[in-house]
Nanobody
Framework: QVQLVESGGGLVQAGGSLRLSCVAS????????MGWYSQAPGKQRELVAV???????NYADSVKGRFTISRDNAKNTVYLQMNSLKPEDTAVYSC???????????????WGKGTLVTVSS
């Protein structure tokens, strides 16, 4: 079993900051890419940012310069520092990780349940 648990969401005013965390636990051999996705009400889920095990990052154009993704491999944790938040950033933010379990040949994607970020104007 593998679990991803997010934390750090909440209500913040426009221009404010939040830091999201996602911890992976359970039967884990290795973790490749980890990422954050957002889903606003009535919209499809979309990629916010992703980071590889080597530290390479990629961001959605809408968050470049405002959000920073990072990870602590020793803690199986990925972070999303969100600065200069805008009302349009309001969404449920979910963590995704590509994880290889012991005894398995291939890695699989795992998802957390998400954490709500609400940005008021």
């Amino acid at each position: 079993q593998v679990q991803l648990v997010e934390s750090g969401g909440g209500l913040v005013q426009a221009g404010g900051s939040l830091r999201l965390s996602c911890v992976a636990s359970g039967s884990i051999f290795s973790i490749d890419a980890m990422g954050w996705y957002s889903q606003a009400p009535g919209k499809q889920r979309e990629l916010v940012a992703v980071i590889t095990s080597g530290g390479s990052t990629n961001y959605a154009d809408s968050v470049k310069g405002r959000f920073t993704i990072s990870r602590d491999n020793a803690k199986n944790t990925v972070y999303l520092q969100m600065n200069s938040l805008k009302p349009e950033d309001t969404a449920v933010y979910s963590c995704n990780a590509l994880i290889k379990r012991p005894g398995h040949i291939y890695a699989s994607h795992y998802w957390g349940k998400g954490t709500l970020v609400t940005v008021s104007s």
